[in-house]
Nanobody, 124 residues
Framework: QVQLVESGGGLVQAGGSLRLSCLAS????????MGWFRQAPGKEREFVAA????????RYADSLKGRFTISRDNAKNTVYLQMNSLKPEDTAVYYC?????????????????WGQGTQVTVSS
């Protein structure tokens, strides 16, 4: 098993940037492909980005390409989400998730482990 703890959320003005971190503990971090999802009030959880175990393969929600970047540091057991040019519609709770597999996935059901989430609020 793996435990996930997100950090880095907060309040930011539109156009600003935030970097989220997700620290993993437990089983070997490099065994997991990782993903970021978000959920806004009254909406379903949606895919943001995913990264393979080695970091060599990434995937993004089409609407977020060019603004968000996912990366990982296996030596630090951490996956990151760099968010630039933030918009009010990016306001949500952001979750990191881990799946025991080689390939990335944009389906929440493919992930077995989830963090508690970190709130991101973008003011206009």
């Amino acid at each position: 098993q793996v435990q996930l703890v997100e950090s880095g959320g907060g309040l930011v003005q539109a156009g600003g940037s935030l970097r989220l971190s997700c620290l993993a503990s437990g089983r070997t971090f490099s065994s997991y492909s990782m993903g970021w999802f978000r959920q806004a009030p009254g909406k379903e959880r949606e895919f943001v980005a995913a990264i393979s175990r080695s970091g060599g393969d990434t995937r993004y929600a089409d609407s977020l390409k060019g603004r968000f970047t996912i990366s990982r540091d296996n030596a630090k057991n951490t996956v990151y989400l760099q968010m630039n040019s933030l918009k009010p519609e990016d306001t949500a709770v952001y979750y990191c998730a881990a799946r025991d597999g080689t390939y990335v996935s944009n389906y929440a059901a493919a992930y077995s482990y989830w963090g508690q989430g970190t709130q991101v609020t973008v003011s206009s």
